[in-house]
């Protein structure tokens, strides 16, 4: 059976955005302009956080505007500075680089010191490289290593039930990122290892695409995916563990040209995904993901508390 293991956010939304939409113009919020600043480029998960976001703000008499930085480090900076100097009251900031995030709003908040942020998967270091926080800034993020210990303790004990009680470890060719390797990853590798320290999993080899953006990603993955297979006699391989969809979507088609029937899991979720998924014979079992709508209100709701 074809599994979505869904890992909902970690605040429990107490107030549904249609429970404050009765009289959005007596809220003390009304007028206040708000933007949702992400640095990769729109996709659907990002889609339904930022419709969810629109909503909550509105419902709550705000004004909302998103921008999407198409994956550029650069755009992301200019247009969170652009906000900023427009006069914005608060910022939905998603997914800023670790190397200079911290150093950037400390900056922008030193020009702007009125401004309210809320981050995520955005996290801050100084340039020592250790970990940081700013003052009056909220972040928030997955729980990206429980994402990938749901997948493995779905191969462990659904799909290898046997070799696991076994006290054999199952053999997992492990997709991880290409290049600009997000800290999500990080945090999902945290979840892999544990699985390996434990001797559950026995990692065979690790491969990636040799592009991380778009649709280069998937085709050079399924380019890589198809190199791997044919490296391996069948029985080698009892999975495929991917740190990310479209990775996943690039695997697949490498494993339905080469006729190997191998289970394959990812972490994320998409349309394209399901549809795959849903194939006759289909060899991507399953998807972790969290709710990215309630990440989007709850992001907005923190916003708005600031």
Known sequence: MKKLLSLLCAAVLVLTSAACASDASASPLAGRRVAYVMQ???????????????????????????????????????????????????????????????????????DYPQLKIVTFDTLFLDPQGQEQKLPGVTQFFQQDGQIAELLLSYICQELYPDKTASGQPVNILKVWAGPGTLAAFDRRQEGYARYEEQGLIATVETIAPQSAAGADAQDSMAQVAA???????????????????????????????????????????????????????????????????????????????E
């Open 40 to 110: 990769m480029a729109s996709s659907e998960i990002f889609q339904l956080w930022s419709d969810a976001a629109q909503q909550t703000a509105q419902s709550l008499g705000m004004e909302y505007q998103a921008f999407f930085c198409d994956g550029s480090h650069q755009a992301w900076q200019d247009t969170i500075v652009q906000c900023a100097q427009q006069g914005y009251d608060g910022l939905l900031l998603s997914h800023g680089g670790q190397d200079y995030a911290y150093s950037f709003l400390q900056d922008l908040l030193e």
């Open 227 to 305: 190199q791997a297979l044919a490296r391996y006699e069948a029985g080698q391989i009892d999975a495929i563990w991917c740190c990310y969809d479209l990775y996943a979507r690039g695997v697949y088609e490498a494993l339905v040209q080469s006729g190997c029937q191998i289970p394959l899991v990812s972490a994320d979720i998409c349309d394209a995904d399901l549809a795959l998924m849903a194939q006759q014979d289909s060899p991507w079992m399953a998807c972790a993901t969290t709710n990215w709508a309630l990440n989007g209100e709850f992001g907005m709701r923190v916003l708005a508390l």
